[in-house]
Nanobody, 126 residues
Framework: QVRLVESGGGSVQSGGSLRLSCVAS????????MGWLRQAPGKEREGVAA???????SYADSVKGRFTISQDSAKNTLYLQMNSLEPEDTAMYYC????????????????????RGQGTQVTVSS
């Protein structure tokens, strides 16, 4: 069973940046791929970014060009660099894991069936 622990959330003004981190444990290398989800109050959970085992990435249209997903496999750590933050990015952000598939499918499967951590809150004020 994969255990995921997120960190790095906080409160920033519009235009600011944050970097989220997620440390995975109980991880069987090469079996799981990871990504980031978010959920704002009153809204459905949304896939934000995903990275597959070939290093290919996929992003939600709303964050393309502003967010970057990356990973350090040696540290079992996933990152999400978030730049040019907007109030609409305010949400609880979750790290999620799923058996590896192509990133374009992974970003959807993470939402529907991925295991996830407890989340880290991101609040962007205008």
């Amino acid at each position: 069973q994969v255990r995921l622990v997120e960190s790095g959330g906080g409160s920033v003004q519009s235009g600011g940046s944050l970097r989220l981190s997620c440390v995975a444990s109980g991880y069987i290398g090469g079996t799981y791929c990871m990504g980031w989800l978010r959920q704002a109050p009153g809204k459905e959970r949304e896939g934000v970014a995903a990275i597959d085992d070939d290093g290919h990435t996929s992003y939600a249209d709303s964050v393309k060009g502003r967010f970057t997903i990356s990973q350090d496999s040696a540290k079992n750590t996933l990152y999400l660099q978030m730049n040019s933050l907007e109030p609409e990015d305010t949400a609880m952000y979750y790290c999620a894991a799923h058996p590896c598939v192509d990133s374009t499918l992974l970003i959807r499967l993470l939402v529907s069936s991925g295991g996830r951590g407890q989340g880290t809150q991101v609040t962007v004020s205008s």
